[in-house]
């Protein structure tokens, strides 16, 4: 059995696999921005479920920002890579992904074995990341889990110009002055990074099939409307998006061992 974990700046996110690469085990917990007690618990976690002891595994497999921490002998693995390989192994179809974290977006060109042949990435400013969707549900007193289903329900969308999180959330707060409708600012919230993400992915040479991944790829309203702006249909990652990067570690291991 071999474990892979993506420890993320948001998410902690940990997966056990067996030889065949079945997920026995799965959890996914906030990062609180300590990843040697998030590393520390998603471990005893997957075993936990799992009913298995430590020295079972035989394989151990990180990835994501914080991949240095997990507390046990483990391989170092480049997100990228393990985002591609998750997504080759979930979804053989995929010959784009396009991946929303917490404080990166990331889109990558696969060939039809899973090798990148290219990508792109922003991890400079949290208007490109799901960070600017936080950002800005904070401002609104929103939660986060609500944003999807009122920005699909909403009757209009506020024009929302600043491609900056901080000025973003100024101009929110002053189109909350104006009377603006809560839902409508969500949308135009959305709607401005579908459109910066659709750009990074449109710098690429798009092939289909194109896949999403990352914790933001379960909002439904934002791959709608990524979908809009790329013309082309954007599958969500299955069984879980948030998963890609640990199974692709995992998988990893799994093939080295």
């Known amino acids: 059995m071999y474990v892979g974990c993506d420890i993320g700046t948001g998410y902690t996110k940990g997966v056990l696999i067996d030889q065949d690469g079945k997920i026995l085990s799965s959890c996914i917990i906030p990062t609180n921005a300590d990843p040697r007690t998030a590393s520390k618990t998603i471990i005893e976690e ?31 693995l480049s997100l990228i890579n393990c985002i591609a390989k998750g997504i080759n192994f979930l979804s053989p179809s995929c010959r784009t992904v396009i991946d929303v974290g917490a404080q990166h977006s990331m889109v990558i060109l696969l060939d039809e074995k899973g090798q990148v042949l290219e990508f792109r990435q922003n991890d400079r400013c949290a208007a490109g990341s799901g960070r600017f969707i936080e950002v800005i549900s904070e401002a609104l007193r929103v939660p986060l889990e609500k944003v999807s289903s009122l920005v699909l329900n909403a009757k209009e969308k506020v024009n929302v110009t600043s491609q900056c999180a901080v000025f973003a959330e100024s101009e929110v707060i002053a189109h909350v002055n104006d009377g603006k409708p809560v839902d409508a600012i969500l949308a135009g919230i959305i709607d401005s990074l579908a459109r910066s993400l659709a750009a990074i992915a449109k710098r ?3 092939i289909d099939e194109v896949f999403a991944s990352g914790g933001m790829a379960k909002n439904s309203a934002l791959v709608k409307e990524i979908s809009r ?3 082309k249909e954007l599958h969500t990652a299955q069984p879980d998006p948030q998963l890609v990067g640990a199974i692709g570690a995992a998988l990893f291991v799994k093939e080295k061992s």
């Open 229 to 231: 702006y790329l013309g």
């Open 204 to 206: 690429l040479s798009v």
């Open 46 to 76: 997957l075993l936990k479920n799992s009913n298995i002891s430590q020295d079972q595994i035989k394989g151990w497999g990180s990835t994501g920002w914080g991949r240095t921490y997990l507390p046990v002998e483990h391989e170092e």
